[in-house]
């Protein structure tokens, strides 16, 4: 299996999508995984602050030279920053997923959604169930 | 680039001098609409125009050239009958402003082919207007759309497969619908479950293609229909994958509200850079109020004989093309339909899918088929098999233009890591499919022994391997003249 960085101190989804979590505020970006997977990104289209998102919806489009997808909101809540940066760069999020490639910080609506975050190791063995597939 | 042979003063053309008084353009315009300078079109003479563009046709690759297994276009042989007939001057040099009594032969090869389309599908009316399978999308869910509005139903949501065609999503995206993505099972098609848990009260419709993007023929696709009519949803079925049913089922038979079709790939009109193509859409009649305006109709009893155009559709959906919509595309459709007949269309079914099993059957050794099941008009490949020599799909894309060919669909459908989707299509003989092969066996041999001789292809065409992150990051829209230092 390829090498992918999942560092340990983040929150992570099903979705391929890691959050870190600073009180109330969860800083979310796509995974080494997923940009692997995706390839060369393009284009990032991402939601205004003062946005609401809700956990398991769609709040942007990621594009890379092979195929268009959703992002997923992984908690539910308030955009209160996003990374203008990803419009004129988006090779941040190949470069640097966990750094400059983050995408959107939100202020969580309810503090419990963050413990359905799954944690590193289940999201490396999520990672580990569909590469062996 | 012809710009680059632009020579100041050079032209092809040559027309005698007016035979009436130069008028100057300051005194008949505004300042703002006069220029003060020429836009910058290139000056060549006819005979450069005529071996630039010659050689560029000799750069192309195309189904007059070769196989084009470009899965889920159906990039089949264009029949120059098609294009013989398309171009008989009372079709060719027809106006679109005709009045429908100077245009009788068009409305009734519209009105006929409307109906042979109606009998191939399944369904009672169809509409040619739509001007591609994407925009014949939108109609069709529009339609949806103003079926439920009609009834005082105001649903939200529209159910889509996950191996959609990203015009799916698109198209209920556009009618304000929120689409919802139903998972395929691990045998790669859609399950009655799956849907039966999704269809809620707030469903409009499901969109379905069928064979699905995997060459799958939706096995279950009745009992899908029936869970979504229950519950007051109706079923859009895409109908870019229509070449495999053809003669053999009809869709409107197994549940299907409204279809589209696409006349560039079933029906053998020119597709891709000889465009354009063309949508139509099949209903059933509970849809057919709501059909796109004109509709053509035969004249009857005391309206005398003949065909008209009818407006009179109060509840329709509006026009969605100028006129009648590409019509020179309906008459190559026609002759298409014409010479195959009933027989020969199912013929033509039954040969794409066996072109596409005995090529799985014969790559199937040597490249990963993710689900292998019999298969109907096109089949999926992925590049796992080479996973340890670093080769990607990409580049096995690459290096097929080396051997000839135009590469497949790569990287669909979604649900497949790193796809090639090959359509063979019925036009296709026997040793071509054996050569394509061939191709593909050299080219897994190469990923093993020299990896990068693949991943660095293409090598034998004018230009090598395009940085296409690039050219999507920083797109260079326009050619531009470089200008002499200080000018």
Known sequence: MADYEIPADLRYTREDEWARVEGERVTIGVTDYAQQQLGDIVNVELPAVGTAVERGEPFGVIESVKAVSDLYAPVTGEVVEANADLANHPEHVNEDCYGDGWMLSIRVADAAEIETLISAAEYRRHVEDRSTE | MLFERSRPGRTGYSLPDPDVPDADPAAAFDAEQLRDDLPGLPELSEVEVVRHFTRLSTWNAAVDLGLYPLGSCTMKYNPKINEALARLPGFAAAHPLQPPAL????????????RALAEVSGMDRVTLQPAAGAQGELAGIMMIRAYHEQRGERRSLVLVPDSAHGTNPASAALNDYRVVSIPSGRDGILHPDAVAAAMTPEVAALMITNPNTLGLFETHIAEICEIVHARGGLVYGDGANLNALLGIARPGDLGIDV???????????PHGGGGPGAGPVGVKNLLAPYLPV?????????????????????????????????????????????SLGPDGLRRCAEMAVLNANYLLARLRGEWHVPIDRPVMHECVLSDQALKATGVTTLDVAKRLIDYGYHPPTVYFPLIVAGALMIEPTESEPREGLDQFVAALSAIAAEARSDPDRVRTAPHRTRHGRLDETRAARRPVLRWQPERPAGS
């Not at chain 2, 068009?106 to 006929?112: G, I, M, S």
């Not at chain 2, 279809?259 to 009109?269: A, G």
């Not at chain 2, 309206?303 to 109060?314: A, K, N």
Request: proline share 3%; charged share 20%.
């Open chain 2, 294 to 338: 004109p509709v053509v109709r035969r004249l009857e009893g005391s309206e005398g004989t003949g065909f008209t155009l009818d407006y009179q559709f109060p509840r329709s959906i509006g026009r969605l093309h100028a006129h009648f919509g590409n019509a020179a595309m309906f008459v190559r459709a026609w002759a298409y339909l014409r």
């Open chain 2, 259 to 269: 279809m589209h079709f696409n006349l560039h790939k079933t029906f053998s009109t």
């Open chain 2, 103 to 114: 245009a009788q032969g068009f409305l009734e090869l519209c009105w006929r082919l409307e």
